[in-house]
């Protein structure tokens, strides 16, 4: 049985950071293209970054590139986005997501594992 877990979200100033963690479990992390998404209130879940199981390359949505940092560790089956930098508007529900594909990594379609999600809130 696949599980995703993610933590380390919270309530963070302005300006400020927070690391999220995503603990994989049930598949062979390594061979997975994993990716963070988000969801805001009344909004659509949005791809925030993802990293290529194969070449390890990574993606960003525009409105966070240069400020979160993907990364994943496969011997700890674990994913990572360091957010610096926060603003108001990265005020979310986080998810990640684990996809056997490694193309369109930006899509949500292409993601065949979810986690529950945890909520970042920046306040201004």
């Known amino acids: 049985q696949v599980e995703l877990v993610e933590s380390g979200g919270g309530l963070v100033q302005a300006g400020g950071s927070l690391r999220l963690s995503c603990a994989a479990s049930g598949l062979t992390f390594s061979r997975y293209t994993m990716g963070w998404f988000r969801q805001a209130p009344g909004k659509e879940r949005e791809f925030v970054a993802g990293i290529s199981w194969s070449t390890g390359r990574t993606y960003y949505a525009d409105s966070v590139k240069g400020r979160f940092t993907i990364s994943r560790d496969n011997a700890r089956n674990t994913l990572y986005l360091q957010m610096n930098s926060l603003k108001p508007a990265d005020t979310a529900v986080y998810y990640c997501?684990?996809?056997?594909?490694?193309?369109?990594?930006?899509?949500?379609?292409?993601?065949?594992?979810w986690g529950q999600g945890t909520q970042v809130t920046v306040s201004s």
């Open positions: 997501a684990a996809s056997t594909g490694d193309t369109d990594i930006w899509v949500e379609r292409r993601y065949n594992y």
